[in-house]
Every structure is written in structure tokens, then in C-alpha cells.
């Protein structure tokens, strides 16, 4: 309070108070000075702590979408089993395993990427080869999932059938798994110029189904491959992944 001649006491006058970004508050009246001499309103403090306390928006992140960690943050298995035995590769039991290519990706992928198939078999019979990489993903409302991909190697000769690979995105959602991508491709005998070799694209997945939500998302990939007794018959081809993210 100001004290007034004859000894009455009057109200201080309405001052306006600036907050820490510049916003100029309402005229609030003078309650507290802090050692600076600088005066506050608690209404005043409230609204500038209000500002910066705002809650923040929970970010999409796919961990080691790159791969430039190898398979970390990843669950990564590979099931081999035999042709025509009633087994797929949404069923079949998965071994982990950390083995990736070496090879490096090009444009639009980039440095290391992952190898969705696995490695071939040698062992007598006719065979389905599959991997499988997944991990839990939160899915903030606007985002959609985007990853490169390949289907098949650029070859230079083959004495073998060469054997389809396939490439499929699911996203399992509360026990519910549901396939957003399903592609096919093969090996391309390409190294003398003769046809175009597989490249890496671009893709786009839709996700608004998922906005808000915390689910699994798994890329499957899958091929074959055919051995005699004494040698190949047909020999797999392969698809390679990389840069899958949200955005």
C-alpha cells in the first residue's frame, strides 16, 4: 500500500508486467519485488510459467531405422523350412540372428542397409527362406511410414532358375495384424546392360488407422531355393530395406 497525505492508505497503480519471451501481460497490481527490484503478480508469474510448462507433442521415432547399428533396436529371426509342408512365413517358428549384407544402399537409401532375406541354404531339398524384422513403434497422429526398398540383385549370369523374393509391411495392432505393402521382384541378369537392374524406391505407407497409438511393426521378406543331391537347381533372390521411419 502508498500511504497518502493525512494517513490513509491507497491501492498501488496497475503496472504491466512483461514475461521472459516478451509478452506483454495484463496491468496486474504489485504485490512482490525480488532482489533485482523487478515487482510481480502472482497471476503475472502464473501465466508466463503456464507458457513454458506447455505439454510437448510425442515425437515418431522408428529406433535404427537407418541400420546403421546393424540390427539393434530390431527383432530380427530367420525360418527355413521345406515347400509344400502346409508352413508360411507368418506361421513358421523364427531363429534370431544378427547377420546383415555388407553391401551399402544407393540412392534413396544410404550407407548400410537390411537385408530381409536370409542367406541362402545349401542343403538338399526345396526350401522357403524368411526373415523378419520388427519392433514396437508409437505413431503420432499426421505421421506415415517411410522406408526405401528392393527387390532382387543386379546379377551378371546365372546357370540356376532364379527363384521370386517377396516384401511385405504389416503393423499388428492390439493382436490384429493387418498388411500395409506387398511387393515382388527377383535377381535380374543386368551386369552387361542387357535389362535394367532392381533399384531402391521410395515408398509411402498409410498410418492414420494407428495415429496416437503404440503398435508392431514387422517387414517380412521371403524366397526360395531348390538343391539337388550333388548341386543347385534355382538359387533365392534378395530384398534389402533401409531408412524406415515416420514423418
Known sequence: MVKKAGGDFAPPPAVHVIDCNGILLAGRRIVRLDKGGTMH??????IALAVAVAPFEAQAQVANGTFASGFASWTVGDAVFAQGGGTDCSS??????TKNTSKKGTAP???TVAQATPFISYAPGAWTLCRQLEQMVYVPVGKQLKFSAKLGEGIYASQYQIEPVGLSVH???NG??????SQAGHNIVCGNGEFPCPIYRAQTLDMSPYWGKTVRLVIRGNTGVR???TGGISEPSYAFVDDVRLE
Not at 41 to 46: E, K, Q, R, S, V
Not at 92 to 97: D, Q, R, S
Open 171 to 173: 503393423v499388428i495392432d
Open 41 to 46: 503478480h502472482p497471476f503475472a508469474l502464473t
Open 109 to 111: 537409401a544410404s550407407g
Open 176 to 181: 490384429q495384424a493387418t498388411m500395409l505393402f
Open 227 to 229: 538343391n539337388g543331391q
Open 92 to 97: 513358421a517358428p523364427y531363429t534370431a540372428t
